[in-house]
């Protein structure tokens, strides 16, 4: 049975199936058009990621300098996200995944000092007021 997988054996005489690349020229639209069109929920997943990395980027551009010397507390990187956030309208979400989306960003390291959880590579230039 075809459930619509791309791939259905590779066994002795290599049957496939859906976007096989036999007949390219003639499949390749058909590929492109059925075989790289994820379903609405995956769509929908990546495009609040990357919103939400967005505004990671722009808090630190608003509210840090990067300096690869410098060390932030996760506490203070926090509370400058959260007013920022607040202010601009942002989700704010958990410190937990908060940190996490930092340590994707590029030139930040998560590190824990004596002072406690923080990370390299930011310094907080601007506070919001309560």
């Known amino acids: 049975m075809d459930t619509g ?3 259905v054996s590779f066994g002795r005489g ?7 690349g036999e007949g390219i020229s003639e499949n390749k639209l058909a590929w492109q058009r059925d075989c790289l069109n994820p379903p609405a929920a995956v769509r929908e997943a990546t495009a609040a ?3 939400a990395e967005d505004a990671i980027a722009a808090w630190i ?4 300098a990067r300096d690869p010397n410098a060390w932030s507390s996760s506490t ?3 509370g400058s996200w959260s007013a920022w956030a607040t202010k601009t309208g942002e989700s704010i979400g958990s410190q937990k995944v ?3 989306k930092l340590e994707n960003q590029a030139g ?3 590190h824990s000092t004596n002072a406690g959880k923080g990370f390299y590579g930011l310094r907080i230039k601007l506070i919001y007021p309560d």
């Open 98 to 100: 908060f940190s996490q």
């Open 5 to 7: 997988s791309a791939l």
């Open 14 to 20: 290599a049957a496939l199936s859906g976007c096989d």
């Open 76 to 78: 203070a990187l926090f």
């Open 108 to 110: 930040i390291m998560k």
């Open 61 to 64: 551009t608003d509210c840090c």
């Open 49 to 51: 990621y990357l919103e």
